[in-house]
């Protein structure tokens, strides 16, 4: 269900037209061909296509339901996972079993120890308050003490979101009260991260992208007119901006835990604090778009130098285990 905008073709070809690459092959969990793979059935091989520099989306022929050979998975020597998040556990423990020999851009443990919301927890000082939510009572008293946003733990793209202001509750689009909500959750498995609903949102959340420890470029989500919510897939919209000092501290401060993990590519989203300043609202390690769009924005080769920041961690990280 993407379409053109989707980071995956200009990456791809970019990788392609890298000197440190000879070539390319796209496997697509899209392809039914695929299904036993992805399903963790089949462990050794993948129907895959060998992209060229034309490849590109198209609506009358898919690109990524077409593939023209069965390839040993055993044949690569880098493995990059552009699959849409939520993914599971076991779906992420299968990938690092059955590429235990190749190097895996992200991690597939590391994507789902920081797919969590819970994980912003780990960085107090850059992050507005927040508390991880198991029950209706850890809810209630974050409420009690100011307005706040309630974020379950796996979900993305702004989906689940629910805020809370006194008795005031907005899930989604639907309006209710709070003590509506509190029965609604009676008997829910309560999993939320709660955050202190800032009052500066309607200035944008800031979509960083970050490679192998490098700052690439940002771009500013505003919420459409009838939302608080700024992602782009809910109608938000996206503008060139600038990276603030608060927000190079912030990278400053995750970026050695994630780079343990085996994070590489990440993308980094902020809000603007009640004291005006950038702070942390999201992490996003799964599969991280917005780079090309990024590089249109400020005219940059953004794309290409993410290939080659790419490159730079798969010899360090290879030199390392050889040695």
Known sequence: NH?????????AVAMLKSSQCRSVDIASSYNESNKSFFE??????LWVRTID???RYSE????LDTAEKLADISEYDLVWLRLPPPLDKATLKFFHEVFRDQLIINDP???YNTGSKAFLTEFPTVCPPMQVCRSIEGIRAMKDRFPIVLKPFREYGGKGIIRIDGEQVWDGKRQLSYNELESELTDADIEYLAVKFLKNVGQGDKRIVVVNGEILGASLRLPPKDSWICNVALGGSSHETDITAAEIKIVDTINPTLQKMGIVMYGVDTLVGDDGE??????????????PQIAALNNEPLVERAIELIWDYYYIV?????T
């Not at 963790?40 to 091989?45: E, F, I, P, T």
């Not at 950038?278 to 799964?286: A, F, G, M, Q, Y």
């Not at 290879?318 to 050889?322: L, S």
């Open 3 to 11: 379409s053109s905008e989707n980071s995956l073709y200009a990456l």
């Open 40 to 45: 963790g059935d089949s462990n050794s091989s």
């Open 53 to 55: 520099a034309d490849f």
């Open 60 to 63: 009358v022929e898919h690109p």
């Open 109 to 111: 443990r590391g994507i």
């Open 278 to 291: 950038r702070v942390l609202s999201e992490i996003n390690t799964t599969s991280i778009g917005g780079l």
């Open 318 to 322: 290879t030199k390392y285990i050889k």
